[in-house]
């Protein structure tokens, strides 16, 4: 069937390519030189084109005459184009001597654009480039709720202090003589009744005094214990809170403070470098 | 469509067969009969009405009640109401459409007029259009098949197809002709169907994929393709339009039998000869038989003809007004120049005689009076220019005098 048929047939009828947007109506064919539905450019109403498309940052030349219309499979002819711009014109120009004018001339313009996004793809390889990462935020903030509650349930000042009490006991720390009174005092009076509190000593070997950054934990179970156990405080505590409540009053002025212009208190941003991936992720809660 | 050399289709043929040097089988009249998409876009619509069942709401529903009106003096409205008592129901408006439980407005019945006749030949003319479409590559890329790997358009397999049993087997032979991109395409594309279809047995919605033709009656071919989503299979004998052109849209990938294809000229016939199949069926003519219009154009009988190309544009002139306009007037009257210049001569002669005459008539100066007329002119304009009458603005003004 002729090319006028074929196009009545897809512009007015349907074509699975076309693509009407409020700007225009562009068509989605890969083999389309300019990317828009036109009587001109449509790949399929036309039996004599050519493109010219990209793969893996090579240039290839593709024809397609009305000869082999009928044979999809070897329809489109290939020709790789050089990476050279000038070399790419000749070669175009030789392949492409005998054609219409007006195809040529877009396909020209398609190369010089190709290898102008060509060139710019490459640069902006070797930059380093922001990527925004999504954060899942109800994990995170779970996590940091939780980190707060075993912090509690540690009970950190408690064990420091009757550790450090300990040590004293045993006389680590030799002879001193600036330490707070009453806690002398009461190391003094227990040591007198004979009434060392019984605290709970690692039977398996001699206990070493190691430096740490950290407050660690020991095992991941322990953390568990302790979670349930602070779970149980801060019930008992929060039924206390309830009934004499009391709310702070709002500070006079906050409400005319606005926001616009501040960022969002509910966004946190963390950037990490990748140098293995050449972008810098920032994460986004 | 005269009988031109018709081209030789040639038959793909599947692994395990014979190697045979046959040439081809030529292609089928039918492939060329007009592409008419509004005749299928029409005659699909209707042929699609053909398979609805009917619906309607219950004859009685709404009017399971007895209510009376109660007419007017109760400061009500005066829709009937439910009668009776002692229940929630009683004095509730109905039958009304605008009532709660009332009948709906012009409730559906099931006498509508749910199919539809189309005429016969119109019927044939849409299939055989139909048909026509999908030997064109183009259309059918843009109906959007995936025919990239087609080796042959159309595509014609060998017979041996039709003996294929195995739906196993069906995939294969479908990856060897490189058909089986487009059934790829609609097995994935099996998703829920939007909407109230769901729950009325009409759950999934797919991608119509390849549409298989045989010809022999009973092959086994119709079970090894049955389970493949998108795939259809059809008979030569029993081409469906609405297979061959769905949703209207022209173009379905068809794969062809050897036997299929070649049964075609009998099926449809050819632009001369009736089919002898459908009696009295000869394909429908083309209004142009070659609608290449550029061609036409640009061949060497049109433009051996054509008057050359007149690239000066003439424009209209401008309407100038004879009225107040002299070289328009002198289009329309040639005489008006001589006329107007002769005019003018005479007047100026006419100008010329009456002074003459005046001056004849005036007495005249001896030379002595008129030196002396003359000296007293200039002396005033010497005795106004040089008073002191001409600093004030409104004095020079009222002698005239210029500075």
Known sequence: MSDDVIWHCIRHNHCSFMAKIETGIFCRNPYNATGICNRSSCPLANSRYATIRDHDGVFYLYMKTAERAHLPKKLWERVKLPRNYEKAMEIINKHLEFWPKLLVHKIKQRLTKMTQYRIRMRRLQLKVREKIMTVPRKKTQRDLRRLDKAEKAAQLDKSIESELKERLRKGVYGEIYNFPFKQFDTILDMEKDDLAPEIEEEEEGEIEYVEGDDIEMGDMDDMEDFEGFGDEDDGDEDDDLDEPATKKPKLPGSDSRSKIGRKSTKVITEIRFSFQNHFIVRLVV | ?403
């Open chain 2, 1 to 403: 469509m005269a009988t031109t050399a018709r081209p030789l289709v040639s038959v793909k043929a599947l692994d395990g067969d014979m190697a045979t040097d046959a040439a081809g089988v030529p292609m089928p009249h039918v492939m060329k009969a007009p592409i008419r998409p509004d005749v299928i876009t029409f005659v699909h619509r209707l042929v699609s009405c053909n398979s609805r069942q009917p619906y309607a709401v219950s004859r009685k529903a709404g009017h399971q009640t007895s209510a009376e009106s109660w007419g007017t003096g109760r400061a009500v409205s005066r829709i009937p109401r439910v009668g009776g008592g002692g229940t929630h129901r009683a004095g509730q408006g109905a039958f009304g459409n605008m009532c709660r439980g009332g009948r709906m407005f012009a409730p559906t019945r099931i006498w509508r007029k749910w199919h539809r006749r189309v005429n016969v030949r119109l019927r044939r003319v849409a299939v055989a259009s139909a048909l026509a479409a999908t030997a064109v590559p183009a259309i059918v890329t843009a109906r959007g098949h995936r025919i990239e790997s087609v080796p042959e358009f159309p595509l014609v397999v060998s017979d041996s197809a039709e003996g294929i049993e195995k739906t196993a087997q069906a995939i294969k032979v479908l990856k060897q002709l490189g058909a089986y991109a487009d059934a790829e395409k609609a097995k994935q594309s099996v998703g829920i169907r939007p909407g109230k279809g769901k729950m009325r047995n009409r759950r999934y919605i797919n991608r119509k994929g390849p549409l298989i033709v045989y010809g022999t009656e009973g092959s086994k071919i119709v079970k090894a393709f049955r389970n493949l989503p998108g795939v259809d299979v059809a008979n030569v004998e029993r081409l469906n339009l609405l297979d061959l052109a769905p949703g209207g849209h022209l173009g379905r990938f068809v794969i062809w039998t050897e036997s299929a294809f070649k049964k075609l000229d009998e099926v449809y016939g050819s632009f001369e000869a009736s089919s002898s199949k459908k009696k009295g069926f000869v394909l429908p003519r083309p209004k142009m038989t070659n609608a290449d219009l550029g061609r036409l154009i640009n061949s060497d009988e049109v433009q051996s003809v054509v008057k050359p190309i007149n690239k000066e544009v003439k424009r209209r002139e401008a309407r100038k007004n004879p009225l107040k306009n002299a070289a328009a007037v002198l289009k329309l009257n040639p005489y008006f120049g001589t006329a107007r210049r002769m005019a003018v001569l005479a007047e100026a002669a006419r100008v010329k005689a009456r002074k003459e005459k005046i001056n004849s008539k005036r007495t005249k100066l001896s030379e002595e009076a008129s030196k002396i007329k003359a000296a007293g002119k200039a002396w005033y304009q010497t005795m106004i220019s040089d008073s002191d009458y001409t600093e004030f603005d409104v004095f020079s003004k009222w002698l005239g005098v210029s500075q």
